[in-house]
């Protein structure tokens, strides 16, 4: 069974840019409705998503600063919801909204 491994300090967010492999952020606004349906949809299909891509969750509300450190990090623009998908550091996948995709990692991480 998966889990989300919450992000709420910006050492974690050096943690995976050093970390082999892959690792997928998941970056929740609590306050958008839009943003809960993207976060339930996804883990409604994250079971395709292999085990060996480690789950990151990050209330953006709460943890503004983990948020702006992440977009600064990866060079993506700020968005939300959004995921991004970290290989060997590097940003290789960047949705938001309705192109969040459970499928979508799991192709790129199985190509």
């Known amino acids: 069974m998966k889990d989300w491994i919450l992000l709420n300090h910006i050492s ?65 623009h700020h968005e939300s919801p959004q995921i991004l998908l970290i290989k060997d550091g590097q940003c290789i996948l960047d949705a938001s909204h309705g192109d969040i995709s459970a499928e979508e990692v799991a192709e790129v991480v199985n190509a």
């Open 12 to 76: 974690q967010i050096d943690g995976i840019k050093v970390a082999q492999g892959y690792s997928l952020i998941f970056k929740h606004s609590t306050r958008c409705s839009i943003s809960m349906m993207a976060k339930r949809t996804f883990e409604r299909y994250w079971d395709v998503i292999p085990d060996k891509v480690s789950l990151y969750f990050l209330d953006l509300i709460s943890h503004r600063d983990v948020s702006a450190y992440i977009a600064d990090t990866f060079q993506v």
